[in-house]
T-cell receptor
Framework: DAMVIQNPRYQVTQFGKPVTLSCSQT?????MYWYQQKSSQAPKLLFH???????NEADTPDNFQSRRPNTSFCFLDIRSPGLGDAAMYLC?????????????????FGPGTRLTVT | GIQVEQSPPDLILQEGANSTLRCNFS?????LQWFHQNPWGQLINLFY???GTKQNGRLSATTVATERYSLLYISSSQTTDSGVYFC?????????????FGKGTKLSVIP
């Protein structure tokens, strides 16, 4: 089945130690998103790639970076994790503005990576 | 930006009861989705419903775009329905594909 995959599902890192979370998709969607969700809060968009174009939300800390080497993969890099970065990180995809397809903005989410910072 | 309000924030139901969750939004939308977040944190797509009515088993949803609200109906609730239900919208225009989430409704279904 086509899907959005996130690895690892659980990640423990030390304060200040760089960490990378990965997301892959078999849906062939052109837009990929990273969300941060803290306990008892709604998901918050960090950034997204529209095809190869990177779009950063205005309030996303500089500590967060992203890479999309190809259509299928997207990475979230946290350069120096702090205790406040402990959260669930969700990857999502959608198919937007593709010629020959109808208008649909539906987003599909992966299972998430729960990050703990010690 | 667009504002999304969900009500009620918390809901406790006896197994077998019916419920209605509401989502109000402040601007016209091209995208509206309902999600169920399970205890493991995964967001499960329930409905993509920028307008109209859809049904899937015991769940159904209606969006009245002109009046800027959407409703999610859960009938004959089961304990497995417990979790947080999110409404998320994308406003009309250039940012339609970007979702803004409401704060969610936490549903607890007790046996």
């Amino acid at each position: 089945d086509a899907m959005v995959i996130q690895n690892p599902r659980y990640q423990v890192t030390q304060f200040g130690k760089p960490v990378t979370l990965s997301c892959s998709q078999t849906l062939n969607h052109n837009v990929m998103y990273w969300y941060q969700q803290k306990s008892s809060q709604a998901p918050k968009l960090l950034f997204h790639y529209y095809d190869k174009d990177f779009n950063n939300e205005a309030d996303t800390p500089d500590n967060f970076q992203s890479r999309r080497p190809n259509t299928s993969f997207c990475f979230l890099d946290i350069r120096s994790p702090g205790l406040g970065d402990a959260a669930m990180y969700l990857c999502a995809t959608s198919r937007v503005g593709v010629i020959g397809t109808g208008p649909s903005y539906e987003q599909y989410f992966g299972p998430g990576t729960r990050l703990t910072v010690t | 930006g667009i504002q999304v309000e969900q009500s009620p924030p918390d809901l406790i139901l006896q197994e077998g009861a019916n419920s209605t969750l509401r989502c109000n939004f402040s601007d016209s939308v091209n995208n509206l989705q309902w999600f169920h977040q399970n205890p493991w944190g995964q967001l499960i797509n329930l409905f993509y419903i920028p307008s109209g009515t859809k049904q899937n088993g015991r769940l159904s949803a209606t969006t009245v775009a002109t009046e800027r609200y959407s409703l999610l109906y859960i009938s004959s609730s089961q304990t497995t329905d417990s979790g947080v239900y999110f409404c998320a919208v994308g406003s009309s225009g250039a940012g339609s594909y970007q979702l803004t989430f409401g704060k969610g409704t936490k549903l607890s279904v007790i046996p």
